[in-house]
């Protein structure tokens, strides 16, 4: 006979998934060596300061499928640089994502393969379209917590290495202000 069969839920205001198991991953300072511009910033700072928590539904990871997991990304900053995620590229290079602003404040960074940069503002309701071929990276400019919910092929996987040399742009505080700064190379 039908029966229905319960869907996890997620709380739109926190991000908080109602149903376990979930896989989570938890990132610290300690694992982004090089990923903050001010070097003696990180090393004076907590190493064990969690940066980022990704929480993902435990789901099916073959070939066609989806994965769902809510990245909740803490306030704070390296020297003037806020908190941000690691970023990457998908290893399978065409794959796209789509990112859901749920709360807190900040910006989604995006950088193509021939070095074009946008910067998308993250506030609750926010959608954001990443396009294959596409490095994406969250950046906390609030106070509060950032949490925003990305669907994303279970195939596509994660290339950092190919930004391991940072992205073009860097978002910092300065004067009390968010500004961008263009990377000088060389
Ligand atoms: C993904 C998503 C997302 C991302 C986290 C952490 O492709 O898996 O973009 O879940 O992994 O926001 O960011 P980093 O993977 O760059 O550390
Ligand atoms: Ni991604």
């Known amino acids: 006979k039908p029966v229905l069969s319960q869907p996890p839920h997620v709380d739109w ?17 300690a694992d982004l060596p090089g990923v ?18 990704v929480e993902m ?13 809510v990245t909740h990304l803490y306030p704070g900053k390296v020297g003037n640089e806020y908190f941000m995620t690691r970023g990457h590229f998908h290893a399978l ?35 954001h379209i990443i396009p294959g071929y596409t490095a ?12 925003a919910l990305a669907v994303w092929s279970s195939t596509a996987g994660h290339d950092y290495a190919a930004l391991a040399g940072g992205f073009a742009w860097r ?7 968010v500004q961008v700064r263009e990377v000088q190379n060389g």
């Open 13 to 29: 205001l926190t991000g908080a998934f109602s149903r376990t198991p979930l896989l989570r991953k938890t990132t610290r300072l």
């Open 36 to 53: 903050f511009a001010d070097h003696s910033g990180w090393q004076q700072a907590d190493p064990q300061q969690i940066v980022y928590d």
């Open 57 to 69: 539904l435990d789901t099916l990871s073959g070939s066609g499928e989806l994965f769902t997991g």
């Open 93 to 127: 290079r065409e794959q796209g994502e789509v990112y859901f602003g749920l709360r807190g404040t900040g910006l989604l960074l995006l950088q193509d393969e021939q070095g074009e940069m946008h910067l998308e503002p993250v506030v609750a309701g926010s959608v």
């Open 136 to 147: 994406h990276r969250l950046i906390n400019t609030g106070t509060e917590i950032l949490s």
């Open 171 to 177: 978002v910092v505080e300065e004067n009390r202000q």
